[in-house]
């Protein structure tokens, strides 16, 4: 008996949302909501494909590492948006 857990759901929608925002940028259309504008990277191969994408595109790659109980990190949340918003057209920004 194979049972899902919360963390593969997670999983899975941060998946879907990097292959939206991927698909968004081959289109030409801009991210509409912020999880297609900085999707998360969770896994080295995730980070490895952004980085390729990144890389053939021309584009610039901007990740952020944060924790959530971090301060400075929830500080900066507002102005790494609003750098993801400023040069969505030159830098793909992840968390």
Same mark, same amino acid.
């Given at each position: 008996?194979?049972?899902?857990?919360?963390?593969?759901?997670?999983?899975?929608?941060?998946?879907?949302?990097?292959?939206?925002?991927?698909?968004?940028?081959?289109?030409?259309?801009?991210?509409?909501?912020?999880?297609?504008?900085?999707?998360?990277?969770?896994?080295?191969? +995730?980070?490895?494909? /952004?980085?390729? !994408?990144?890389? &053939?595109?021309? $584009?610039? =790659? #901007?990740?952020? @590492?944060? *924790? +959530?109980?971090?301060? /400075?990190?929830? !500080?900066?949340? &507002?102005?790494? $948006?609003? =750098? #993801?918003?400023? @040069?969505? *057209?030159?830098?793909?920004?992840?968390?």
């Amino acid at each position: 008996e194979v049972l899902i857990t919360d963390e593969d759901c997670k999983l899975q929608r941060e998946e879907a949302a990097v292959a939206a925002q991927a698909a968004a940028a081959r289109a030409g259309q801009p991210a509409t909501t912020y999880s297609e504008l900085v999707p998360s990277l969770v896994t080295v191969e +995730q980070f490895l494909a /952004a980085n390729e !994408r990144a890389e &053939a595109r021309g $584009r610039l =790659l #901007a990740v952020k @590492f944060y *924790s +959530q109980r971090c301060r /400075a990190c929830l !500080r900066i949340a &507002a102005k790494y $948006r609003r =750098l #993801a918003l400023d @040069f969505s *057209s030159g830098v793909d920004c992840y968390e």
